[in-house]
């Protein structure tokens, strides 16, 4: 054997060992992530902000589960309101739309989605399981409230939440904010927004870790098209800067909606933010007269 064969099948080998450490790498920081992304975040959330005329509510959930929130009764004939979060958030940050609510007249249910806040799960599943939740909060309103006409804004894993919990009966209105139409796509935009571009390669890494770690597949995450089903009255929100749910693909869940009457928002200069403080006189005048053309009784 000569020297130059000699080298070369030792170059091979050396770019061979790289390949699988680099292989081994990516595939332990992928399981790291996912642990970090799907792990609960519990905590107490305390009392009511100030000025809020809440009472503190615990839902039957799926199981033996309990669905915690805070309950605020308007006017009869008002209208009910179901606020959903977002991701690793809880029902604190809706309480400046349940203040706008209330204040004109609405009964308002804010709750902890499943996994976050005093709602306990034993893992965050992009929807699947929050789905279960929304659905024990409205079946709880329409049951509290009875004969009252029923809506809902939801954020981001809210919106999806409900999109996939399939409200029956339909609600009355819908407001969706900043929702993502695939998990697939809800991947790959946060690591190119938070990594860079490239690491969107990275999402398949993710996403094959679903079925054994939280018991979904990816394919039952694709709120898009359980969108198609929604017969409701529906506002489509997101900002013209989200890179999270950009705005194309915003643009595709509006087109996917069979809702009538739909009406779609764009924010300007709005990224992944909390819609209402960024614009908050143009979203109260927006939502709140969609909102009582939808629900106020006459």
């Not at 020297?3 to 390949?19: E, K």
């Not at 975040?41 to 809020?52: A, D, E, F």
């Not at 009910?80 to 249910?109: E, I, K, P, T």
């Not at 919106?159 to 407001?175: G, I």
Request: hydrophobic letters at 50%; charged letters at 20%; zero cysteines.
């Amino acid at each position: 054997m000569s020297a130059a064969t000699d080298s070369a099948r030792r170059w091979r080998r050396s770019v061979a060992i790289a390949a699988l450490m680099v292989v081994a790498a990516v595939l332990l920081a992928s399981l790291a992530v996912g642990e970090y992304l799907t792990r609960p975040v519990q905590h107490v959330v305390g009392s009511p902000p100030t000025g809020l005329q809440a009472q503190r509510v615990e839902i039957a959930g799926q199981g033996d589960s309990r669905i915690a929130g805070w309950l605020m009764r308007g006017r009869p004939g008002a209208g009910v309101v179901l606020l959903l979060h977002a991701l690793r958030a809880d029902r604190r940050q809706m309480a400046a739309r349940a203040a706008f609510l209330q204040a004109a007249g609405y009964s308002v249910l804010l709750i902890d989605l499943p996994a976050h806040g005093e709602s306990h799960a034993d893992r965050i599943t992009f929807g699947a399981n929050e789905a279960h939740g929304v659905t024990a909060a409205l079946e709880y309103l329409h049951k509290e409230f009875p004969g009252e006409r029923v809506g809902a804004i939801a954020v981001s894993l809210g919106a999806a939440s409900l999109v996939l919990a399939q409200p029956s009966p339909p609600l009355a209105a819908v407001v969706l904010e900043s929702m993502y139409p695939t998990i697939e796509e809800a991947v790959a935009d946060r690591l190119a927004a938070h990594v860079g571009a490239p690491a969107a390669m990275l999402a398949p890494a993710l996403l094959w870790q679903m079925p054994w770690r939280l018991g979904v597949r990816p394919a039952q995450l694709h709120p898009i098209d359980a969108l198609a089903s929604l017969r409701s009255p529906l506002m489509v929100a997101a900002g013209d800067a989200d890179r999270h749910t950009r705005l194309a693909e915003t643009r595709r869940l509006f087109d996917a909606a069979r809702a009538e009457p739909k009406s779609l928002w764009i924010v300007p200069g709005a990224a992944h933010v909390d819609l209402h403080a960024f614009a908050r006189r143009d979203y109260e005048r927006r939502v709140g007269g969609f909102l009582q053309d939808a629900l106020r009784q006459a």
